[in-house]
């Protein structure tokens, strides 16, 4: 590709063949909705999706050691990772959904059904992404790895770590792909879960004055806790820091004093802060209060029957403005559009905590899917903004080897 209007030729063929797949990697939508796919359940979603990334000709197709689905176009120097999630939220209530959830259902151009937005909608133009490549034979210096990934909603970043730390795939830049309704994502708030626990002394409640009431330890404690956000620090992007205490919990005993409260307190982060920062900041309320606190560990099984499990962590990242990567999805944007995506940050957690938060590989957000939508029964996606990320995703790898050779 020497000039712009090579790009530009280049771009409609892109937007030409996502249109011939369209009905394709509907049906694979369609496909992927009908089957349920709670987290740490994901075996039949992988192995459609391994079913699918043979059928459009990836030239490796194969299920890692923690259950993720990964098909692999190219052999080129930079490894290019795309990742969506193929579990999904649990059904709240049935009988608030407009459709059975299960049962994709298209009505006006949006298919409404489970994950649709959270993150089925995601995966589907990715693999479909590899088929535009295979079809117009879109080569250049780059292998693309497509993941259909697992574990995502109870403990995002997960599956990542295991096919980067375990399985010793290092991708040089990661485009996660969640519900960003067409927008580039440059970094994400981060996550953590803190416990604070408080002892007491049992006794029976009809002489409390023999015990030592360890929910009312708690309260002061709750007090404090509470204070501590009027002198969060403020960063320009994400805001301010933010915590709620979550949970709270003591012995199912009525009529015992009880001997022990604990209560979970979900912070908000912004990028940069770490477990030691945040525990540190914690321990240094709640100790002189007399409770203990900790982060705890996030039990995770995969659906192959490995234990992952890790600590309740999970850090914001934010990506440099002058990132090649970022250049070359609005390269991408551009060429297809004719103007450069709209820029925003996540308030929410992703795959990325792992792969930017923790090891430090570039990471970038873009999703046809909206994330009103996610975690309600109104779960849907716009299939033509689909259609459009597919051909976004085709495009992509071949204009970030441009880019680096800029
Ligand atoms: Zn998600």
Not at 53 to 66: H, N, Q, R, Y
Not at 158 to 170: C, H, N, Q, T, W
Not at 255 to 265: D, F, G, L, Q
Request: hydrophobic share 40%; net charge negative; glycine share 8%.
């Amino acid at each position: 590709m020497n000039t712009r209007k090579d790009l530009m030729e280049l771009a409609r063929e892109v937007n030409n063949a996502s249109r011939a797949l369209n009905n394709q990697m509907v049906n694979f939508l369609a496909d992927l909705v009908r089957i349920k796919s709670y987290t740490g359940e994901e075996g039949p979603a992988v192995e459609r999706t391994l079913q699918e990334l043979k059928t459009i000709g990836c030239d490796k197709v194969w299920m890692d050691s923690a259950g993720n689905a990964l098909g692999q176009i190219g052999t080129g120097r930079n490894l290019i990772l795309f990742n969506g999630h193929l579990d999904t939220n649990e059904i709240a209530d049935e009988n608030e959904w407009p459709h059975p959830p299960l049962e994709p259902v298209i009505k006006n151009g949006v298919m409404y059904g489970l994950g649709t937005s959270d993150c089925k909608g995601g995966v589907a133009p990715i693999v479909y992404a590899g088929a535009i490549i295979k079809t117009l034979g879109l080569s250049d210096d780059f292998t693309l790895l497509i993941m259909g990934a697992t574990l995502e909603e109870d403990a995002e970043g997960f599956a990542l770590r295991s096919l980067i730390e375990k399985d010793g795939i290092k991708p040089d830049v990661v485009v996660i792909c969640e519900a960003s309704d067409m927008t580039l994502r440059v970094g994400q708030r981060g996550r953590c879960e803190i416990r604070v626990h408080t002892t007491g002394k049992a006794a029976h409640a009809s002489h409390p004055h023999h015990g030592e009431n360890a929910i009312l330890k708690m309260i002061p404690i709750m007090e404090a806790i509470e204070k501590m956000k009027a002198a969060f620090p403020s960063h320009p992007v994400f805001g301010k820091d933010d915590q709620v205490i979550t949970l709270i919990s003591g012995p199912h005993t009525p009529n015992t004093v009880p001997s022990w409260c604990e209560i979970a307190i979900d912070r908000r982060l912004m990028s940069g802060e770490t477990m030691d920062s945040i525990l540190k900041e914690i321990q240094n309320v709640v100790e002189p209060l007399g409770g203990h606190a900790w982060i705890p560990d996030q039990p995770v099984l995969t659906h192959t029957g490995q234990r992952l499990d890790g600590p309740s962590f999970y850090p914001g990242f934010l990506l440099s403005e002058n990132s090649p990567l970022l250049a070359a999805c609005q390269a991408t944007h551009q060429a297809l559009w004719g103007k450069p995506a709209e820029v925003d940050v996540w308030k929410f957690s992703t795959d990325a905590t792992y792969s930017a938060g923790v090891a430090g590989i570039p990471s970038i957000g873009f999703g046809p899917q909206e994330a009103e939508y996610c975690h309600t029964p109104e779960d849907q996606i716009d299939l033509e903004k689909m259609r459009k990320a597919a051909a976004f995703y085709a495009l992509f790898p071949f204009l970030y080897c441009h880019e680096l050779r800029q």
